[in-house]
């Protein structure tokens, strides 16, 4: 299958690598001349795991091309995934204006029959404005069919979620694009994970559904972890115990310091703005919101318990990145908190395994170092704000000795309240 994929952000670049490596050839088109040559020179603009080695591989045998040419990407293409940013705008809304424009492009310089599939989250009704704008955009009536493909990838395991998916969403009109869908997917489809078909809108719907009700998980079990802190109780446990029910299961039930990154935030808001602009008082969502806000502030509180004069003292940041495995710094926690501690007066000393050289775009007055360790030196406290693999396994002695006080606030619940107590740590974590 010859496809093009609009947009070389996180979504394009990661569909359009595997797409790629399943046999198709694929073409990414991106308006960003510099992010386009530095694809042409291997040169990734996100951090994901594997994704820099599976497109090196199919770039040498040019199953995936680079361009900002984005007629020819069109003209060259049978099917046309759309994968361009939704940000959200000043009402909350999710600004498609990016679509849009894409699809202005799709009419002008469409030169035969193609399916436009529209893989960035955006609102119930998005795809029949494509179609609209498509047709507008055309010089002489040219056959396409649209289809809705919701993806469902986590940063950090995004090529896992693309190629081993729990399930593929996609929304249909018409046989034709049916079939085609169909066939793109059908090497990865398997009988206890396939392919659904359904309405378009019922699609578009799915994405955000599924994301607001994980946040809602999230913030369900971060409003429990407070009243752990009050009457009693570890909410590790907790989750265990409610997770092992069958009709619940396990996952997206961690407490810690609040969701983040670029599809969560964004996207409980955007459902809120769409129950609205329909009548609807979202009353869950916006409390899942405002919970998810007020996590955020709350390890600030509890490093002024063990640094209750914070001027001029030095506090160390474990992860910077709003989860693990990833670089993206999109609503991260560890914004709200750096900003609470610099406005108190605190020193922050940071260090993040992926995230660093965005974070440098976000603050001023932070001191960053290569390794935990150096981090911690001479330093008043610690704070634990990403989940990073390396932190669980590291010398909490030698921790310890580099502190100025044995201070540790751990906001995301990786080490063991009694192991830290014995260790002679004055240590602070979240419902536990």
Not at 248 to 259: C, H, K, M, S, V
Not at 351 to 380: Q, W
Not at 396 to 415: F, M, Q, S, T
Request: hydrophobic share 40%; with cysteine.
């Amino acid at each position: 299958m010859k496809i093009c994929c609009i947009g070389s952000g996180y979504v394009g670049l990661v569909a359009g690598t595997c797409l790629a490596d399943m046999g198709n050839d694929v073409i990414c088109v991106d308006s960003n001349k510099s992010k386009i040559d530095n694809l042409k020179n291997g040169i990734i603009p996100i951090y994901e795991p594997g994704l820099k080695d599976m497109l090196e591989r199919n770039a040498r045998v040019r199953r995936i091309t680079f361009t900002t040419n984005i007629k020819d990407g069109i003209q060259k293409s049978d099917v046309i995934f759309i994968g361009v940013g939704t940000p959200s705008d000043h009402n909350n809304c999710a600004d498609i204006s990016a679509i849009i424009s894409v699809a202005e492009s799709i009419g002008k310089y469409m030169n035969g029959y193609k399916v436009i599939v529209n893989k960035s989250t955006a609102p119930v009704g998005t795809l029949e404005k494509i179609g609209k704008v498509v047709k507008s955009f055309q010089k002489k009536a040219i056959r396409f069919d649209l289809a809705s493909n919701p993806e469902f990838m986590r940063e950090g395991e995004a090529i896992k979620d693309f190629t081993n998916p729990d399930r593929i969403v996609i929304g249909v009109q018409g046989e034709k694009a049916k079939k085609i869908m169909e066939s793109i997917y059908n090497g990865i489809s398997r009988t206890d994970k396939p392919i659904m078909f359904t309405d378009i809108r019922s699609a578009e719907l799915i994405k955000y559904a599924s994301n607001a009700m994980l946040a809602t998980r999230i913030s369900f079990m971060n409003e429990l972890a407070q009243l752990c802190e009050k009457v009693g109780g570890d909410i590790k446990e907790i989750a265990k115990g409610t997770g092992l029910d069958s009709r619940i299961g396990p996952r997206f039930l961690q407490a810690g310091i609040g969701y983040g990154g670029s599809c969560f935030p964004k996207d409980v808001n955007a459902l809120i703005q769409i129950m609205n602009e329909n009548g609807i008082d979202a009353k869950i969502l916006t409390a899942v919101n405002e919970v998810n806000e007020q996590q955020k502030r709350s390890l600030f509180e509890k490093i002024q318990i063990l640094v209750p004069k914070m001027k001029n003292k030095k506090i160390a940041i474990w992860g910077l990145a709003f989860k693990p495995k990833t670089d993206d710094m999109r609503d991260a926690p560890s914004i709200t908190l750096i900003k609470q501690l610099q406005e108190a007066g605190a020193q922050i000393n940071a260090f993040d395994p992926e995230a660093m050289d965005n974070a440098k775009t976000i603050f001023r007055g932070i001191k960053y170092y290569d390794d935990p360790y150096s981090a911690v030196k001479n330093c008043d406290a610690l704070v634990i704000v990403t989940e990073w693999n390396e932190f669980r396994d590291l010398d909490l002695k030698k921790v310890k000795r580099l502190l100025k006080c044995p201070n540790i606030v751990d906001g995301r619940n990786i080490y063991e309240p009694k192991d830290m107590k014995e260790l002679g740590f004055h240590y602070l974590c979240v419902g536990r």
